[in-house]
């Protein structure tokens, strides 16, 4: 389900190229509103450098479009003003800080200097929303640096949530998470794509067939496959990236 604050990411012929080897070679890609699309393949594939190229980290050529705005070209705090939000393998929070502070300090980040200083002391509305929302409002008090793992990768989560990013692109968030942990982040990604559109780069199959909307197969900079998990898993040329041989294909004893 979506609404109307909700855009669609739209990339065309993407390419980056790193001294003369091409990563990203002739992209298109369509995610529409409130999907929550899994974008795999195998390392090297090209994943990370097309989300450092929509987020503006690395120069591309092409057009990387979110709702009717050309993201291509910016600066990537331009991108980040624009709704557009990341996470990175390792969570990026302030560990000498609350939990709360984190998110308040993330709310802050566009704001004028006069907005900030007339701030209540009370948490902002954004705030006591987004700590229900990562499940982390009974530990809004306590440090960041003393979170587990998987908080903490939900609350950079919440950090985007409160920064208002409408595109949130994620890089492998359950790495390195226990089996309840993947289910409670499963089940917040779920929530976050009501109303936003959700990039998720991932490894972890099991985790992709049971919350994955839509499928995109990255394989040598290009689009190998894409579609449901149902259809992406029956494509031989996905078979033969990740098995080496179709399923069904006969196989030398
Ligand atoms: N800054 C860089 N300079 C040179 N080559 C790079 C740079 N960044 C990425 N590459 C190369 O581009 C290719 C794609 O890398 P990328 O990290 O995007 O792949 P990936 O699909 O995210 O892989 P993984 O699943 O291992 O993270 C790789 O061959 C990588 O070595």
């Known amino acids: ?18 001294d003369g080897f091409t990563a990203v070679d002739g992209v298109d890609l369509d995610v529409p509103a409130g999907d929550l699309r899994f974008l795999i393949g195998p390392n090297g594939a090209g994943k990370t450098t097309l ?11 092409g057009s990387v479009r979110f709702g009717d705005r050309e993201l291509l070209g910016r600066d990537v705090h331009r991108i980040a003003r624009l709704g557009v939000g990341r996470t990175f393998q390792t969570a990026a929070v302030f560990e000498e800080l609350t939990v709360a502070q984190n998110l308040d300090i993330a709310a802050g980040a566009g704001r004028s200097w006069w907005a900030l200083a007339r701030r ?5 509305d954004e705030v006591v929303a987004a700590l229900d929302t990562i499940g982390l409002a009974d530990r809004a008090d306590h440090l960041a640096g003393t979170l587990a793992h998987g908080q903490k990768q939900w609350l950079e989560i919440g950090m985007l949530l409160v920064s208002d990013a409408r595109l949130l692109l994620l890089d492998e968030p359950v790495a390195g998470m226990s089996h ?10 779920e929530t976050v794509s009501r109303d936003r559109t959700v990039v998720v780069i991932e490894h972890d199959m099991d985790f992709l067939r049971r919350f994955a909307r839509t499928v995109t197969v990255l394989h040598a900079g290009r689009v190998l496959s894409e579609g449901t998990v149902a259809q992406v898993q029956a494509d031989p040329r996905v078979q033969e990236v990740y098995l080496g041989h179709p399923v069904d294909a006969p196989t030398e004893a």
């Open 51 to 61: 989300v450092d190229a929509v987020t503006g980290l690395v120069r591309a050529t």
């Open 120 to 124: 209540r002391r009370r948490l902002p």
């Open 1 to 18: 389900m979506t609404d109307e604050r909700t855009d669609g990411l739209c990339v065309r012929g993407l390419r980056v190229s790193f």
């Open 180 to 189: 309840d942990e993947r289910d409670a982040t499963g089940a917040l990604l």
